[in-house]
């Protein structure tokens, strides 16, 4: 082939059209990548970006964010700061951040509280909350408490032996208190012989009274509810005759004996000791339990039974296995279902979800009903998703369902957990396989030349 000059030209021209096609697609390239941010989290646990909940918390919070983080000058600090405040900001556009030094910014630090370094303020809507540590726990909670216009208040009925919100023994209450206190709720302790309940006061909480309750209590609690107020009642099997009434007017019924589950798989799987040790691991549709993924733990729980025709819209969101029953003898270990001695066959509902419009105020009453009071416990609070459980209908009765818990993010593949065995052969292959490969294959390469 001969090469001409016009071959020579044309081959010039081609190349300087590549190579102009090359440095304006490079300067595309650079130009987008200031434009937009393409970002993967490849860690297991993926810790490095927020999870679907904290996502979800942000498109709910309406108006504009300020964060000031007050921290030292240490560059390596600031930039791993700077980088979970960024995640913040990709799902919301309206969130704004700074990173001052309370040694310089003294004012603004006096101006907004600052006691330290380390400390974060955040701001929406004219409201500020101050966290001592900076991850997306401590970011969520404090977000979810701005969120709210005002902070639900709960009302713990007492008198009666029920569960005490300040109790730290294992059967005491006060972990829930501090999950709930951080979450922006705040709890009341309600003595009906000196306090009066309205329903614009909050919402009631009956936690597994278990002493005898006096006719005016009960008649005060009656007419709270008539009333439309929401009420969370958690009930141990063995009902006294004194909430006749209030189960009267919720048109339900406590099925006698305690909930048992046999089935010997699942027990396993659970490592469950004791057959009224009951785990939940199917829910009905409904606002509380839509997001449920995981089991929920319940101890010597009791069954309810809705009563036909009650005018409330009924939701059973706890309902047992099939291989469960109602265990009217005792619930010792070798139970076994017994019809004639009153037993009484799965699957049971041990939670209920009941709500009703008022007619006359345009508004929904709600109550929730569960057979247990339990699975609230300092003991048991962290059983499953016991905790999410109990968030739910926290924010359901409180009207605020579009609230959800931000839960701390595991990361599985933050620690590397070796076996014996896993360590000595990884040991031996250091120290003996990977030297002896080399040897080999120098002896190898050593001989096929010699051969050559």
């Not at 860690?43 to 108006?63: Q, V, W």
């Not at 593949?413 to 490969?437: N, Q, R, T, W």
Request: aromatic residues 8%.
């Amino acid at each position: 082939m001969k090469i001409t000059q016009q071959f020579r030209r044309q081959y010039r021209i081609q190349y300087l059209i590549f190579i102009a096609l090359l440095l304006s697609i490079i300067t595309a390239l650079a130009w987008l990548s200031t434009q937009y941010t393409i970002q993967s989290d490849w860690t297991a646990g993926k810790r490095n970006s927020l999870n679907d909940d904290s996502i979800e918390l942000l498109k709910n919070i309406h108006g504009p964010i300020t964060i000031r983080s007050y921290q030292t000058d240490d560059i390596s600090l600031q930039q791993a700061i700077t980088e979970i405040l960024k995640r913040y900001q990709q799902h919301k556009n309206d969130l704004s951040f700074k990173l001052l030094n309370p040694d310089l910014d003294i004012e603004q630090a006096k101006l907004d509280g600052i006691t330290g370094y380390g400390q974060t303020v955040i701001i929406h809507n004219k409201r500020q909350e101050i966290i001592s540590v900076l991850n997306e726990q401590n970011m969520g909670n404090a977000l979810l408490r701005l969120s709210r216009n005002k902070n639900p208040v709960l009302f713990f009925l007492q008198g009666h032996g029920e569960r005490n919100p300040t109790d730290t023994s294992a059967i005491g209450y006060s972990s829930l208190t501090h999950q709930l206190q951080t979450s922006g709720f705040a709890l009341r302790g309600l003595n009906l012989l000196r306090d009066t309940i309205t329903p614009e006061d909050g919402t009631l909480i009956i936690a597994g009274a278990g002493n005898k309750i006096l006719p005016g209590e009960i008649e005060q609690i009656t007419d709270f509810l008539k009333q439309g107020g929401n009420m969370l009642w958690l009930q141990d099997p063995g009902v006294s005759n004194e909430f006749q009434s209030i189960m009267d007017f919720l048109k339900i019924d406590f099925i006698k004996g305690v909930v048992v589950d046999t089935n010997p798989q699942l027990r396993e799987v659970l490592r469950l000791s004791h057959p009224a040790k009951l785990p939940i691991i199917s829910y009905k549709m409904h606002a509380i339990t839509k997001k449920m993924q995981n089991f929920t733990l319940f101890i010597t729980a009791a069954a309810i039974n809705v009563q036909p025709e009650s005018g409330w819209n009924t939701t059973p969101l706890l309902l047992t296995q099939d291989t469960s029953w109602a265990e009217t003898q005792g619930f010792i270990l070798d139970v076994k279902y017994d019809k004639k001695s009153g037993d009484t066959q799965g699957p049971l509902a041990i939670g209920l979800a009941l709500e009703k419009t008022l007619s006359e105020k345009d508004k929904q009453q709600r109550i929730v009903v569960v057979g247990d009071s339990d699975f609230l416990s300092n003991n048991n609070l962290g059983q499953g998703a016991n905790l999410d459980f109990t968030f739910n209908i926290m924010n359901w009765l409180s009207r605020d369902e579009q609230l959800i818990s931000i839960n701390t993010k595991s990361a599985p593949d933050f620690k590397l957990e070796l076996s014996d065995i896993e360590i000595a052969v990884i040991g031996f292959g250091f120290l003996l396989g990977l030297p002896g490969l080399l040897i080999f294959t120098g002896v190898f390469i050593w001989f096929k030349r010699r051969n050559q």
